[in-house]
Every structure is written in structure tokens, then in C-alpha cells.
């Protein structure tokens, strides 16, 4: 039998098994501050897509300017990184996969 083929089917079973596998475990929280959850907290699982979501929303004053209000934790099978104004309203958005809890390492909630 050809060599290569040998391999492929040493490592097909391998890569089937980690497609299966590959659920992202997400964390849920509404009000997440300085790596803590205040409010809300829970757990989400992604199946496929960029999955787990962080969204920092920012109020603008004209005293200090973007100033960031809170940071909320979900997973959305659409997530795509961006920023997004709406008044003085600001919503940054970063997405992960791959990691159990990924999303709680983004935004500015971790610091
Ligand atoms: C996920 O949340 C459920 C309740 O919503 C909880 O029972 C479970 O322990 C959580 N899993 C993890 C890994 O935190
Ligand atoms: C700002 O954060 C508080 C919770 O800390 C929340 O109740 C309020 O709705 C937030 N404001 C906006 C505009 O998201």
C-alpha cells in the first residue's frame, strides 16, 4: 500500500474526532468588571463561527469623554470584531473560539 495513504488514514480518525470535539465553552455575565462578574453570570456553549463574544460599551461626556460603562459576555453565532456608534453610545466588540472561557481574556472587563 502507498505510504502516504497509510498515513492519511492513521490521521483521519484524529481529525474527525477533534471536528467533533470542538465545542468553545463561553462565559455569560451582563456586568463584567476588573475579571470579575458582578451580574448575570452563566456559560454558553459554540459549536461553530467566531462563537464566544466580549462587547465594552463606552458612554460618551463631554467631561471625560469614552468612558467605559460595562462589558458584557454572551456567545452569537454572527460575532465579528468592530466598533459600533450609536449616539454617544459605543460598543466594541471581540470575538474568540477555541478556549474554554476565551472571552473573558478581551475587552477592557479583564483589566
Ligand atoms: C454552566 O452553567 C450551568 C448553569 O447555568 C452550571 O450548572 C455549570 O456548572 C456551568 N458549567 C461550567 C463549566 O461552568
Ligand atoms: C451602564 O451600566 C449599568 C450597570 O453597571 C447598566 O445598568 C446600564 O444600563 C448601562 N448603561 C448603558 C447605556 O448600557
Known sequence: MDKSLLLLLGVLPF???????????????????KGQCLRGKGNCTMEQGP????????????KDGWRLNHTQLDCYDYCSS??????DLKISTFC??????CNKY??????
Open 15 to 33: 481529525v474527525l474526532f477533534q471536528g467533533v470535539a470542538s465545542d468553545t465553552l463561553c462565559m455569560v455575565c451582563q456586568n463584567f468588571k
Open 106 to 111: 478581551y475587552g477592557k472587563g479583564k483589566e
Open 51 to 62: 462563537g464566544c463574544r466580549t462587547r465594552d460599551f463606552f458612554i460618551f461626556s463631554e
Open 96 to 101: 474568540c473560539k477555541g478556549r474554554d472561557f
Open 82 to 87: 468592530s466598533n459600533f456608534y450609536f449616539g
